[in-house]
């Protein structure tokens, strides 16, 4: 039971990784170099990046509905 709660923790923060990578892209368009990776470890990176993407655009609507955020002018 350990094993698998080590395996939640490690998933998880690997979705936090790839969330917060994935907000950096966003806002200031820097990404990873990946010139000299082949092309299977850029499609894993690309796949990985695209997840945090994806909890991005699940969040916002979430956080701009919810009355525990709102928006700065």
């Known amino acids: 039971m350990a094993m698998f709660g080590r395996l939640v923790h490690y998933g998880v923060d690997?979705?936090?990784?790839?969330?917060?990578?994935?907000?950096?892209?966003?806002?200031?368009?820097?990404?990873?170099?990946?010139?000299?990776?082949?092309?299977?470890?850029?499609?894993?990176?690309?796949?990985?990046?695209?997840?945090g993407e994806r909890v991005i655009d699940y969040a916002k609507p979430w956080m701009a509905d919810s009355k525990l955020f709102k928006r700065q002018p």
């Open 14 to 51: 690997l979705l936090l990784i790839s969330t917060a990578l994935a907000g950096i892209r966003r806002s200031t368009g820097l990404t990873p170099k990946l010139d000299d990776a082949n092309s299977t470890v850029q499609g894993v990176i690309k796949q990985y990046l695209d997840v």
